[in-house]
C-alpha cells in the first residue's frame, strides 16, 4: 500500500509534457465513451424488455377479456 502511495505522489509532482498530458486525458476520454456506450446498451435492452412486457401483458388482458365476454 506504501509503494501504492509513493507511486502516485512521485506521479502527482512530476513535470508533465503537453504531450503526456493529451495521452492522458485522450485515455480517460476512451474510458468515458466505453461507458457512455455501456449505459447506451443497457438502455436498449431495458426498452426492449419494457416493449415486451407491455406486448405480453395486453395479450394477457386480451384472453382475459374473451374469457370474461364468453
Do not use: F, N
Not at 5 to 29: D, F, G, N
Not at 57 to 68: P, W
Amino acid at each position: 500500500m506504501w509503494k501504492y502511495m509513493w507511486t502516485e505522489l512521485k506521479t502527482m509532482l512530476k513535470t508533465v509534457t503537453p504531450v503526456q498530458s493529451a495521452m492522458h486525458e485522450l485515455l480517460h476520454a476512451e474510458h468515458d465513451l466505453l461507458k457512455a456506450e455501456a449505459g447506451v446498451e443497457y438502455a436498449q435492452a431495458m426498452v426492449t424488455c419494457q416493449k415486451q412486457r407491455i406486448k405480453r401483458l395486453k395479450a394477457y388482458l386480451a384472453v382475459d377479456e374473451v374469457k370474461e365476454i364468453v
